[in-house]
Each structure stands twice: as C-alpha cells, then as structure tokens.
C-alpha cells in the first residue's frame, strides 16, 4: 500500500520569480522605443553573451564535456549566415537556416568527438575549430583573412535594423533559454543531471548517456551557431579570425565559472557580471583582461560554485526549479 | 530446473598485466539468491562490473535472458532488467535522494509522471528512506548513501539484482531489516546476487554460495559446505605449505 503523497515540482520563490520574467520580458520588448541607439546594440550583445554563457553551461556544467573550441560553432553560424545570404535568402531569416545547419553539422561530428574523454574531447573541439576556420578561408567569398561583410542588410534604414536585430537577439535569447530550462524539466532534464553528477552511476540506472549528450552537444552548437549569427547581423562585417577565436569560448567559461556552473541561473548571472565588467573596463586594454582573468582566479578559489551557487546555498532559494519535491499528507503511514 | 536469467561465460578481464578474473563460469536461475564471498581482491567486484555492463570482459561472454549482451552498455542491460548497486556508492550528490531515485524510475523503468512518482516511493519506502526523500544526496552518510544504491536499483524495476556489499557497517537491528527487505524482493520472484564478508547475514537469504579467490571460483553450491571446503578454509586463512 502506498500512502498519500504529491510531488511539488514549483516553489513560492519560483512563482514570484516568474512573474519579475514576464515583466522583465515586456519591458525589455518595449525598451527600443525610449532607448538610445547605443543602448540598444549594448543590450543586443549582453543577449547574445546569455546565449553563449547558458549553452556552454548546458554542454560543460550539464554534459560535462568541457569544449574549448565552441568558436567553431560561433564562426560556422556567422559564416552561413553570409553565405545564404550572398546566394539571395533574407539575411534574418539566413541567422536560423545557418544555426540549423550548424546543429546538423554538429548532429554529425558528435558521432566521433563523443567518443572522446575529456581533455581530448576539449583540445579535439579546439583542432576541429582551427581547420574549420582555415577552411572558411577558402571560400572565395570570404577571401581569407580579408573578409566580406552582410551587405544584404543595407536595404534596411539602419535604425530600424538596429530595432529588428535587437528583438530577434532577445526573442532568440528567451526561446533557447525557455527550450533549455524545459529540457531541463522534462524527463531528460533528471538524466542530464544525473550525468553531470556521476557518470557511471547515471548508465546503471539505464541513462542512455550517448543520446543525453547528443542532445546538450547539438543544443548548444545551434544556440552558439545562433549568436554567432546575429553577431554577425549587428556588426555586418564577418573576418574569419574575428569569429573563430578562442576569446569567445574564454569568455564562455569565465561567465559559467563565475555564475555558477551546472546552475540555470548561474551562466545569466555570469554573462550579466561579464556585461558590466566589459562595459566599464573593456577601454582599458589589457588591464581589462588582466581583471577578468584575476576575477576568474579569485572567484574559482573563494566560490567554486559560483555566484549562484553561493547565494543558493546561504538562502536556499531556487527562483527556477527543475527538481521534485515530495510532500506526504497526512503524516507517514 | 529454472531457466538460466544471466551467465558468464569463460569470462577473464586484465587490467594491463593483472589478470583480475581468469576464465570464469557463472551462471543464475531464475529466482535464485546467491551468495558471494571472498577475500579482498578476489574479484568479486570486478565479476560483477562485467555482469553490469561497468567493465567489457578482456575475454569470454556474458548472457542475459538467453541474449548475448556482452557488446551491450550498462544502460541497455538495465532495460532489460538487470540491476546493480555500486560497492563504493555513486549518489548523483547535486539531487535529492527523491530526484535520485526517480533517475532510475523514469530511465531504467520508463516510467515517468505519476507512474514514476509512485515507483520512487514505493522504492523509498521500502529502504526507510521516506523521511530523508528531499535531503540533497550530498548531505547523507555512508549508511543512508548505501539505503540509495539499493532503492535505486530497485526503481529500475530489476529481474536480477546485483548487491555488492551493502550490508557492512549495519548494527544488528539494520541488519535483520535488510536481510526481511531482501527476503522481500526474493518473493517478489527477483532472482539476486549478493557480494558480503559478513557470512552469517548472507545464509540468512541465499541457497546457493560461491567462493571466489584470485580471479577464480573456488567454490560453488550449497552455503554450509562451501564455508568447510578446504580451498576456501585456505583461502581466507592464508595459503597453508604441503
Ligand atoms: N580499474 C582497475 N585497474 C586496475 N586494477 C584494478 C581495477 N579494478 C580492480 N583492480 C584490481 O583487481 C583486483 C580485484 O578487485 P575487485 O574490486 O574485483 O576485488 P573484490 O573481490 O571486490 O575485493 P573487495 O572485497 O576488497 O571489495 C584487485 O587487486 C584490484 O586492485
Ligand atoms: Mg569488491
């Protein structure tokens, strides 16, 4: 006989939390109608950073393969960008044909870099970024290191781009964080973690953990393949060595070690504390570096999980919950 | 006789020079409860990680329900019904002991939802573990992580199980509710294997007892005469000069 018992899967700090989202949500819709040009394109690369700093959190902190060579997905979904886009297609609607076959690109290779452990998986991804990079060298459109530029965007009156670019990166940003934070939730969500947390524990219990990785590996190429696309669409010109450089999977890691690794919460918290530092350091060369790499020290030593992790764990609150809590009523039997 | 739910067949697995199980046969009924004993580094474990799935066999075959499954992963003899708890436990610490269980309700049983949900209770209950089901696994001692192999493995929903060393460290009173859970589990037609120093606890549950020693079965049949076989008096006193 079993007694009488539900599963709680929302907390009080989660409801609340939702509704602060869905404002959140409508003010930063609204925003392009009182804020500056400048602000705007800030605020389109702060989005694109969450993309970035979830999906590697998603792939590192979840799947628990560590990649250093992601730019390989930023620079491929910048890149089919440009080339749809030359061969006559929308250049917004070239951003998510590119991102799609950047995820089948990645759907492809993850049948042998999943093979991989991890610091042959890390540096493999890093050797499959350079070639990739050299290999877009010779496309004759992108000329080598000269370039081209996504000159199908000037048909638009640039501050209505400007308008339109923005909202696709935060339309984009809360679709592929709303697909992470569902994933998360659903029954592959319990086996993503369990991986994370013991990955030969996780295949006793029947995890298929080839298929789970798949879908973080592919996930995260097509949120990566995303913001290297409207990277591209916000600054139009695209220079292979700009696009696929390591920088962009540094600064992956140092927004998900500082958020908090493996948390939700954590890689947005991160890319916000790496938004602000780059817009107030970022002028000042390589002291900016120099700070971030210092911050990433202190922050592994003092706070080994994180921002979130800390505040999680002095308050123990979870503003988005992807657990299960069981509550008896009436008392054990 | 009952048909044959898993084997090993001539089965040797090396760790580089070290040959940790030399052609071993080993073979389980349907229903059956064995018994296996040994000393440290005899093996045990490591049989029982090639059964699993943990370990491919550097040699030989394993079979379950009548399949060949030595190619297959862990995760897919699981499905099949295969079930084990880890010597040394391996809690997922980042979730609750609920959250745990239900890993292995949702994956290893499919079944998800309320199905689910009622599976890791049960799963909960019959450990003990009720009262502890949202504490997170990374708070939880030795005893209570070793209560969560067992309720983990049990919410897969075995045909067999595989327990290796679950009983140590239990004062008399938690012995003798292990030893009624797994009675439990036998009427419920789970056919088991159960790695365990503590002898006198293992008759308590099994028909059938093996000795193992240095990779090999030393001794194989009914409990009472394998403990006097000479071979495994030896073997656990030290080999005594001709
Ligand atoms: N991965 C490994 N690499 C190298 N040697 C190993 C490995 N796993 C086990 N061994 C060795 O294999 C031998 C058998 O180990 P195993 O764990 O199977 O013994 P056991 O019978 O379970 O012992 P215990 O009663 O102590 O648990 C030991 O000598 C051990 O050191
Ligand atoms: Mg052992």
């Known amino acids: 006989m079993t007694g009488a018992f539900v599963v709680e899967r929302w907390t009080t700090a989660s409801r609340i939390g939702f509704l602060v989202i869905a ?7 609204a925003a392009p109608i009182v804020l500056k040009a400048g602000t705007l394109d800030r605020l389109t690369a702060l989005f694109i950073y969450v993309m970035l700093a979830a999906m590697w959190n998603a792939l590192a902190g979840y799947g628990g393969l560590v990649s250093i060579g992601q730019q390989l997905f930023f620079g491929l979904g910048a890149y089919f960008t440009v080339r749809l886009a030359d061969a006559g297609l ?3 609607a070239s951003t998510i044909a590119a991102a799609l076959i950047v995820a089948g690109i990645a759907w492809a290779m993850s049948h042998f870099m999943l093979q991989l452990r991890g610091g042959e998986f890390a540096i493999g991804m890093w050797v499959l970024s350079e070639l990739t990079h050299l290999l877009v060298n010779l496309d004759r459109l992108v000329q080598g290191e000269t370039g081209t530029s996504l000159i199908s965007m000037n048909v638009y009156d640039p501050d209505n781009r400007r308008i339109a670019i923005y909202l696709l990166a935060f339309g984009i940003m809360v679709a592929l964080l709303g697909a992470l934070y569902a994933l998360l939730r659903s029954k592959s969500g319990a086996a993503i973690q369990a991986i994370r947390d013991n990955e030969v524990a996780a ?12 879908i973080l590996f592919v996930l995260a190429a097509f949120g990566i393949g995303l913001a290297g696309a409207l990277w591209l669409c916000s600054a139009l010109t695209f220079q292979p060595k700009t696009y696929f450089s390591v920088q962009w999977t540094a600064y992956m890691i140092f927004m998900v070690l500082v958020g908090g690794i493996g948390k939700f919460e954590g890689a947005i918290l991160g890319a916000l504390l790496f938004f602000t530092i780059e817009t107030w350091f970022g002028g000042t060369g390589v002291w900016y570096l120099i700070g971030l790499g210092l911050a990433a020290v202190v922050f592994s030593l003092f706070f080994p999980k994180g921002i979130w992790g800390a505040i999680e764990q002095r308050f123990g609150i979870t503003l988005l919950p992807i657990g299960y809590r069981l509550k008896i009523i009436g008392g054990a039997e | 006789m009952a048909p044959t739910v898993l084997g090993a067949k001539q089965v040797s697995k090396r760790f580089g020079a070290l040959a940790v199980l030399d052609r071993v046969d080993f073979h389980v009924q349907e229903g059956e409860a064995i018994g296996i004993v040994g000393p440290n580094g005899a093996g045990k474990t ?33 499905h099949r019904g295969l079930s084990k708890t880890h010597q040394i ?11 745990n269980i239900y890993v292995a309700a949702s994956h290893g049983a499919a079944l998800t939802g309320e199905a689910g949900y009622e599976l890791t209770y049960e799963s909960l209950k019959l450990c003990g573990m009720l009262a502890i089901a949202n504490r997170k696994a990374e708070t939880i001692g030795l005893l209570d992580r070793k209560r969560l192999e067992l309720a983990r493995a049990l919410a897969t929903r075995p045909k067999i199980l595989l327990l290796d060393e679950i009983g140590g460290g ?30 006198h606890v293992l008759l308590q549950v099994v028909e059938r007892l093996i000795c193992m020693d240095a990779g090999r079965i030393i001794a194989d049949g009914e409990p009472i005469a394998v403990m006097k076989d000479k071979a495994v008096v030896e073997a656990y006193l030290g080999r005594t000069p001709e």
């Open chain 1, 23 to 29: 404002f959140a949500i409508v003010v930063l819709v």
């Open chain 1, 90 to 92: 929308n250049p917004f």
């Open chain 1, 203 to 214: 295949t006793s219990v029947g995890v298929d953990v080839l298929k789970t990785k798949r």
């Open chain 2, 46 to 78: 490591t049989l029982m990680n090639v059964l699993s799935g943990t370990l491919t066999p550097s040699d030989g075959h394993v079979e379950l329900l009548g399949e060949d499954v030595t190619a297959s992963s862990a995760a897919d003899r699981c």
């Open chain 2, 89 to 99: 436990p391996l809690p997922f610490l980042g979730m609750t002991v609920f959250e």
């Open chain 2, 170 to 199: 239990l004062t008399d009173a938690e012995t003798s509710e292990l030893v009624e859970t797994i009675r439990e589990l036998r009427r419920r037609g789970i056919s088991i294997v159960w790695i365990e120093h503590i002898v």
